[in-house]
């Protein structure tokens, strides 16, 4: 079981970077699986980006690829989205998520995942 904290969210320029990060508690942090949601107003919540519990395979969403990165650290329990080249169309609350699997497939619906963070704001001004 696993406690999600996001933080790193606020408001930037289109064109700019921000970097999220979710720090999680436990010390079996390495046994999970972590993703990225995000919601728009108005709109259902849609997958952003995945890693695999070592870091060796991700997969980004088609509307953010080439421009976020994600990564982890598993000696700091901490999962990190890197946002390069932001749109407008970026902003939303930002989810970070987890579930326990320790093999290589990715999962990009919220179904999959079994414990959440309480979000971020992320705002981008034209």
């Known amino acids: 079981q696993l406690q999600l904290v996001e933080s790193g969210g606020g408001l930037v320029q289109a064109g700019g970077s921000l970097r999220l990060s979710c720090a999680a508690s436990g010390r079996t942090f390495s046994s999970y699986a972590m993703g990225w949601f995000r919601q728009a107003p108005g709109k259902e919540r849609e997958f952003v980006a995945a890693i695999n519990w070592s870091g060796g395979t991700t997969y980004t969403a088609d509307s953010v690829k080439g421009r976020f990165t994600i990564s982890r650290n598993n000696d700091k329990n901490t999962v990190y989205l890197l946002m390069n080249s932001l749109k407008p169309e970026d902003t939303a609350v930002y989810y970070c998520?987890?579930?326990?699997?320790?093999?290589?497939?990715?999962?990009?619906?919220?179904?999959?995942?079994?414990?959440w963070g309480q979000g971020t704001q992320v705002t981008v001004s034209s």
């Open positions: 998520a987890a579930h326990f699997y320790q093999g290589y497939t990715i999962v990009v619906v919220t179904t999959g995942y079994d414990y």
